[in-house]
């Protein structure tokens, strides 16, 4: 690990429920609070019962609350790829940013270290880092428009659109992407899936939308787990 770590341990985490030894997710989400500060105090009081692996403040310092071995409480009601307990499968990493404002150059190196780390460490492929948006579409929003997905799939972090698929069914290719469209509908799976990929682009599904998730769902398709693992 390049950066420094701090060591501040939550209380809030458990032991990986069904028999799962190790994680295979990476969640980023942002804290959506004034200060870094706040947001770990937070994530380590007991009495709220919320927490993440990491956090990464503006200016790139990383906390570690959960060891990567445990479940942190992070993700919440959700579905991703067919499995409703994220915790159980991912790491958490919030990002220290107040939901509107751009995330600071600092926290973006810090964040492309550490998920090259995690990600080598154990054995994540790219197509398993997601946002808080893709695994619960009708309630978060998080990291957010501003987040700079871009950034990190040039470093070779996550997936991009590089080139146009065929115009194909829309549910077909975000429910191979992992989308749980049958549990949260098209229209909020694709609001998430613009997040990403095209946060300028509102309205009704275009052939745009259709062609950029067939691009990546031919490249990147998510094995589905069995629901409820």
């Known amino acids: 690990m390049g950066a420094q ?3 501040r341990p939550s ?3 458990g032991p990986r429920k069904g028999g799962i030894l190790k994680p295979d ?3 980023l989400h942002y804290t ?3 200060s870094a500060a706040e947001a770990i105090e937070r994530l380590c009081d007991p009495a709220v019962e919320v927490s993440a692996h990491y ?3 503006r200016d790139g310092t ?5 060891d990567e071995s ?7 009601a959700g579905m991703w790829g067919g499995c409703d307990d994220i915790n159980s499968r991912s790491i958490g990493i919030e990002l220290d940013n107040d939901g509107s404002s751009p995330f600071s150059a600092s926290l973006m190196d810090a964040l492309e270290g550490l998920l090259g780390d995690i990600r080598t460490r154990w054995d994540i492929p790219l197509q398993h880092v997601i946002g808080h948006s893709d695994l619960a579409p009708t309630r978060k929003v998080d990291p957010g428009r501003r987040f700079d997905w871009r950034r990190l799939a040039l470093g070779g972090h996550v997936i991009w659109p590089e080139t146009f698929g065929g115009d194909v069914p829309l549910r077909d290719s975000l429910c191979a992407l992992g989308y749980a469209v049958d549990d949260f509908g098209l ?3 694709l609001d998430a899936f613009r997040m990403r990929f095209a946060p300028m682009r509102s309205g009704g599904e275009t052939p745009e939308d259709r062609r950029a998730a067939a691009a990546l769902a031919d490249r990147f398709a998510v094995d589905p787990w069995q629901r409820g693992s």
């Open 5 to 7: 770590i701090v060591q």
């Open 11 to 13: 209380p809030n985490c």
């Open 25 to 27: 997710i990476v969640v």
């Open 32 to 34: 959506a609070m004034l």
């Open 55 to 57: 956090l990464i403040a």
């Open 62 to 66: 990383i906390t570690q609350m959960v």
């Open 70 to 76: 445990a479940r942190a409480w992070h993700a919440g």
């Open 187 to 189: 229209e909020a799976c």
